[in-house]
Nanobody, 120 residues
Framework: QVQLAESGGGLVQPGGSLRLSCVAS????????MAWYRQAPGKQRELVAT???????TYADSVKGRFTISRDSAKNTLYLQMNSLKPEDTAVYLC??????????????WGQGTQVTVSS
């Protein structure tokens, strides 16, 4: 199995910044695409940003110019730098990765999530 552990969430004032991290561990041969999703209360899960093995990135329109996704493949770690945060960014942020296990099976895995609350 592959485990994902997110960290870095918290309470921040509007206009503030946070940096989320997601560390993948366990039965990993390599990791392909990585992504951040978020889910606010009463809303559907939303794709926030993605990054490929080659570090090509995509962003939801709502976060373009404010959020930056990055990865450290040597450490199996995914990051999300969030700047100019708004109250509407409040959500649980979840990490999602496509991992190739040591038996070469390819599977997607989810983390438990980290809460981000933007409020004055």
């Amino acid at each position: 199995q592959v485990q994902l552990a997110e960290s870095g969430g918290g309470l921040v004032q509007p206009g503030g910044s946070l940096r989320l991290s997601c560390v993948a561990s366990g039965d990993i041969f390599s990791i392909n695409d990585m992504a951040w999703y978020r889910q606010a209360p009463g809303k559907q899960r939303e794709l926030v940003a993605t990054i490929t093995r080659g570090s090509t990135t995509t962003y939801a329109d709502s976060v373009k110019g404010r959020f930056t996704i990055s990865r450290d493949s040597a450490k199996n770690t995914l990051y999300l730098q969030m700047n100019s945060l708004k109250p509407e960014d409040t959500a649980v942020y979840l990490c999602n990765v496509e991992a190739i296990r040591r038996d070469y099976r390819r599977s997607r895995f989810w983390g438990q999530g980290t809460q981000v609350t933007v409020s004055s």
